[in-house]
């Protein structure tokens, strides 16, 4: 395993491990913690979600306490951007308790290779399990697709 992928791992536990109990005082949920390099930039990033959705003093509450604390543990060796926020409507499932609340609801797939000469497919999800996902496609039928192929499942949004 590449020494990178380990310290990643270890700062979003960390991180993760200190908001659980300030996000259950909130009664927030804590959607996901990442550490990710974009351009020459690191970001630390927490996504917070709650029933009606998240506002800025929300993210602000919990920015600010998190902020104090990763100053003084300072176990993160490179220089970062602190983010938290709202998940977002197009964020991807990753998680069990993404897949359980998003049962009956629309999702996009976009899959790594081409089915039926098509990469996209939107439907409702029906089942999943850890080897597949299950839709019903716009014209009724039951589309399953294993895991290893999708490159994104996510909820669908209209505007």
Known sequence: M???MTKR????SKTEEFLKPLIEEHHFELVDVEYVKEGSNWYLRA???KEGGISVDDCEVISRRLSDWLDKEDFIED???????SPGLGRPLKKEKDF??????QVDIRLYR???NQKDFTGILTSYDKDSVTIEGEDGEELEFQRPEIALIRLAFDF
């Open 47 to 49: 996504y917070i979600d």
């Open 2 to 4: 590449k020494k990178d």
């Open 114 to 116: 081409q089915r039926d």
């Open 9 to 12: 791992e270890t700062y979003e």
């Open 100 to 105: 359980v609340r998003s049962v009956g609801k």
């Open 79 to 85: 220089s970062y951007i602190l983010e938290v926020s």
